[in-house]
T-cell receptor, first 118, second 113 residues
Framework: AAGVIQSPRHLIKEKRETATLKCYPI?????VYWYQQGPGQDPQFLIS???????DKGSIPDRFSAQQFSDYHSELNMSSLELGDSALYFC?????????????????FGNGTRLTVT | DQQVKQNSPSLSVQEGRISILNCDYT??????FLWYKKYPAEGPTFLIS?????DKNEDGRFTVFLNKSAKHLSLHIVPSQPGDSAVYFC????????????FGKGTHLIIQP
């Protein structure tokens, strides 16, 4: 079965550079989530999109932005990178059956993009 | 403030025995709980979930128990197998809350032969 695809798998950037991470959800999934997992930390929710509109925002810095495109893929744009942005970035997708309810399909995660800022 | 807590960073269990992973939460708005399993270099994989209207959900070797009054849930794996060695994340979602899941910090389960 098709899974969530993230690219690139690894990315090395210098401080103050920009980075773009891509996420291709499972076909027919309309909701995408971005998570950041620092070393030894739990995944932290950044932002989500439902039907190409921003759905909710978590602990996403103002330097980051994201969008979901007409084909449902999503991109996370990160600018003015800092050393502390080094982390694993996961994208997850689901098909939202009940808007505003927590009883939706479980999230399916991609294998993540490991971003290293030097 | 950690709303979902997994107080055991690691747990070692002998193959064939029962593995019990624990999770506590503080937010009474959470009404849906999930367990994810994560191998190195892979994303979390959904294992099992439970809604707050139930106190138990079973799927093969995996059973999740929910004690709402204690704000506690646990994942039981019986019997434990070597392939179960991974990091297990407890996650929660709530009515009217953020769409995103709130994760615990994970418990590294090691199955010993």
């Amino acid at each position: 079965a098709a899974g969530v695809i993230q690219s690139p798998r690894h990315l090395i950037k210098e401080k103050r550079e920009t980075a773009t991470l891509k996420c291709y959800p499972i076909p027919r999934h309309d909701t995408v989530y971005w998570y950041q997992q620092g070393p030894g930390q739990d995944p932290q929710f950044l932002i989500s999109f439902y039907e190409k509109m921003q759905s909710d925002k978590g602990s996403i810095p103002d330097r980051f932005s994201a969008q979901q495109f007409s084909d449902y893929h999503s991109e996370l744009n990160m600018s003015s990178l800092e050393l502390g942005d080094s982390a694993l970035y996961f994208c997850a997708s689901t098909r939202t059956r009940y808007r505003g309810s927590s009883y939706n399909s479980p999230l399916h995660f991609g294998n993540g993009t490991r971003l290293t800022v030097t | 403030d950690q709303q979902v807590k997994q107080n055991s960073p690691s747990l070692s269990v002998q193959e064939g025995r029962i593995s019990i992973l624990n999770c506590d939460y503080t937010n009474s708005m959470f009404d849906y709980f999930l367990w994810y399993k994560k191998y190195p270099a892979e994303g979390p994989t959904f294992l099992i979930s439970i809604s707050s209207i139930k106190d138990k959900n079973e799927d093969g070797r995996f059973t999740v128990f929910l004690n709402k009054s204690a704000k506690h849930l646990s994942l039981h794996i019986v019997p434990s197998q070597p392939g179960d060695s991974a990091v297990y994340f407890c996650a929660a979602a709530g009515r009217g809350g953020a769409d995103g899941l709130t994760f615990g910090k994970g418990t590294h389960l090691i199955i010993q032969p």
